[in-house]
């Protein structure tokens, strides 16, 4: 027997005897309140004692049971993906920084590069020297 069911023979035996030992009298104080209907005593009185959780309730209840593991395994499966796309993201946003550092950095050695001067330097090297006078147009005559 469990001690729930131990207590409420008990506090009904007590109930039946209408002299109450001595030793007895600090747990009636305790006890003066009556449980309430719809109270959470009397719930959980009614769900252990009177025998409401018994084998064939447990094997009705266990599809429902299962459905609800599944259904928080399923939920925390979407947490960690969503931790795990969220770290994609973080680290997708920070190569595109870096990309983009990369290429303002890279435009502008292009740009300083690609000067008149910068390039008449690049090409004294070779032996070209830079026009005096501006180039001619050649015109071609179609007959």
């Avoid at 069911?5 to 030992?21: F, G, S």
């Avoid at 064939?56 to 993906?81: Q, W």
């Avoid at 550092?101 to 292009?110: H, R």
Wanted: glycine share 2%; with cysteine.
């Amino acid at each position: 027997m469990n001690r729930f069911r131990e207590k409420l023979e008990e506090e009904l035996a007590q109930e039946d005897e209408p002299v109450l030992k001595k030793e007895e009298e600090p747990r009636k104080k305790e006890r003066q309140e009556p449980a309430k209907e719809g109270s959470a005593t009397a719930f959980f009185r009614k769900l252990f004692v009177d025998g409401a959780v018994s084998k064939e309730t447990a094997t009705d209840m266990l599809p429902y049971l299962i459905f609800l593991c599944v259904l928080g395994m399923i939920y925390i499966a979407n947490s960690h993906m969503a931790v795990k796309r969220i770290r994609d993201i973080d680290r997708l946003s920070k190569e595109v920084k870096e990309s983009s550092w990369e290429y303002k950095s890279l435009k502008a050695d292009l740009m300083f590069k690609s000067k008149m001067t910068e390039v008449a330097k690049k090409v004294d090297t070779l032996g070209l020297e830079e026009l005096i006078e501006p180039p001619k147009k050649i015109i071609v005559q179609v007959k």
